[in-house]
């Protein structure tokens, strides 16, 4: 698959429509406007973001985008067709859609490397040297970044650091090691951080900066630091033998340059109401390119769907009384379990939204609270269902929460909701910022026996939301300071993986989503927590395979490398 994309991956995909002989690569070089348009193609294509696509036609599966966290279990979705399409399928552990959706990622990120390793070996050819060393580090960069997310997808894989023309050239890649992969992300990073300015001017904005490659480098080595990935097999699963403490080291040496930066703080929230906290902790999530952002996909303000990453968030996510039929955002009562309470109360079942963490009133959107100036209305009452579980209009297949919550993060209150599909929400999609950088920190310094400076920096996190500080650490409370803090971001999905525990979490039998129903009668109201998706054909299945994707088998054969434990040819 290597070979087949990056022969035929001569430009970039931004220039597919124009005819080959109007522009050339020659003519990309020495442009700076045209090479800037090159290089935005390396962003656009590494993350899709909120822009999500799940048919459940056969014939497009294979089309389909998917929303990472939509697999963990803090999110689920509401249309009871998507367990038909490519989603339920990778949902239920289904072999072949895995395979070909591991084979959309394979192709997009070896596709994107084809291009960056282009201009590494045109780059002199750039007459503006300012534009050239720039560019030099985002490839730099944008190569480490694309190789990580290869990384934690497949293992080890096939390091390639030039352009790559198999009709030309018989050459042939074997799999990377663990300590090679490391080795290689972190070199790129320092080279893209010797390059990179600490920030750019207005025009700028969003490109890679040193603070995102110098978080990339941690980045690699908390992951090599994984105890999952120690006293593997085969080299290219882990390391052969234990380096989780080296690579602690290493990934606490690279947090330290990132911090000594001192160009990223959290987001101050003044306000002391419940309200007020709610609003300002929402609100950080709607500003682009805060003081917190370190690196984050750009999303047009024009509101077109099809231009610069537009998605449809808003709409996507809407309950019924804002016109919204799809409800695939969300929150299940797993997550909302992760909230604990502040101020010294106790939870009490026949109140349990009562004096929870302010973050909850922030993302999560449940019965009795106000948004868009209604009242969310989940419950069931003398047996008529609320506003915001029943569906809205006339479709038969308008879907509505199947957990009794809709997500409160992340959306704008204030985007235009209604029936025209060339709009798009405009929300950037964060790709980390502070608070992760804060909690990583928290991580290493625990697993190296510094509980003090976990414990600081853990409270530093929680005290921008007025939440009071813990008095002592240990890893529960760690972990479920990243669930809260970053629920719904993608790096909740990866935190299972890294910590060896996919298998049990990310199991419907192990783990089950959990709903929330709430019934009114004759003025009583009780709160019921049962299972989602317990009927055979539903249930939610990972197996320790799955810790590592399926290699595109044309590559294992044209490469003569070994594919991934217990994957089959389909």
Request: proline share 3%; hydrophobic share 35%.
């Amino acid at each position: 698959m290597v070979a087949t994309t990056l022969l035929f991956s001569g430009c970039n995909s931004l220039f597919d429509d124009a005819p080959n002989d109007k522009i050339s690569d020659e003519s990309v070089w020495s442009n700076g406007q045209l090479l800037d348009e090159y290089v935005n193609g390396w962003y656009r294509n590494m993350n899709y973001g909120f822009k999500t696509l799940v048919t459940t036609s056969t014939l497009l599966k294979n089309l389909s985008r998917y929303y990472l966290p939509w697999f963990g279990d803090q999110l689920s979705v509401g249309k009871t067709d998507w367990f038909n399409a490519g989603y339920g399928d990778i949902l239920k552990g289904n072999q072949e859609t895995i395979t070909n959706w591991a084979l959309g990622l394979w192709t997009n990120d070896y596709t994107e490397i084809q291009y960056i390793n282009s201009f590494l070996e045109n780059e002199d050819k750039v007459p503006d040297a300012s534009q050239r060393v720039r560019v030099d580090g985002e490839a730099h960069f944008m190569r480490g970044y694309y190789y990580y997310m290869l990384w934690r997808q497949f293992g080890g894989v096939l390091l390639i650091d030039h352009t790559y023309d198999p009709l030309n050239d018989p050459e042939k890649f074997p799999r990377a090691s663990y300590q090679q992969m490391v080795d290689f992300i972190a070199a790129e990073a320092d080279k893209a951080a010797a390059e990179l300015p600490v920030t750019y001017d207005a025009a700028n904005t969003g490109r890679a900066t040193k603070g995102a490659a110098l978080l990339l480098k941690a980045k690699a080595y908390l992951w090599a630091s994984s105890e999952v990935y120690q006293n593997k097999d085969k080299d290219y699963l882990g390391f052969t033998d234990d380096q989780s403490q080296a690579m602690l080291q290493k990934a606490k040496a690279a947090y330290d340059e990132f911090f000594a930066l001192n160009a990223y703080s959290l987001v101050p929230i003044t306000a002391t109401t419940q309200d007020g906290i709610r609003d300002a902790y929402r609100n950080i999530f709607l500003t682009k390119n805060s003081q917190e952002s370190i690196f984050e996909i750009q999303v047009t303000d024009d509101g077109n769907y099809d231009t610069k990453n537009g998605h449809k968030l808003d709409r996507d996510a809407a309950a019924p009384s804002f016109t919204g039929t799809t409800a695939a955002y969300t929150p299940t009562q797993n997550h909302v379990d992760e909230y604990g309470m502040r101020d010294g109360a106790t939870y009490d079942a026949t109140h349990p939204y009562d004096n929870r963490d302010y973050r909850f009133y922030a993302n999560i959107l449940y019965n009795g609270c106000t948004y868009r100036n209604h009242v969310m209305d989940m419950a069931t009452t003398d047996g008529k269902k609320g506003a915001d579980i029943t569906p809205y209009g006339t479709s038969t297949s308008a879907a509505v929460s199947r957990t009794g919550y809709y997500m409160g993060k992340f959306v704008d209150e204030s985007q235009t909701i209604d029936n025209n599909e060339t709009y798009a929400s405009k929300q950037n999609y964060i790709i980390w910022r502070y608070a992760e950088a804060l909690l990583d920190y928290a991580e290493v310094t625990f697993r190296l026996g510094d509980a003090a400076t976990a414990l600081k920096m853990v409270n530093h996190v929680r005290e921008r939301v007025h939440m009071d500080a813990l008095t002592d650490i240990t890893w529960d409370k760690i972990v479920n300071e990243r669930r809260v803090e970053l629920a719904f971001e993608e790096t909740s999905y990866w935190d299972y993986f890294r910590w060896g525990v996919a298998s049990e979490k990310l199991n419907g039998l192990s783990n089950p989503l959990k709903a929330m129903t709430i019934t009114v009668k004759n003025g009583k109201t009780t709160y019921k927590v049962s299972n989602l998706n317990r009927f055979p054909g539903r249930i939610r299945v990972f197996t320790d395979k799955e810790y590592y994707l399926p290699i595109p088998w044309s590559d294992i054969k044209y490469q003569g490398i070994e594919q991934n434990p217990d994957w089959s040819e389909v």
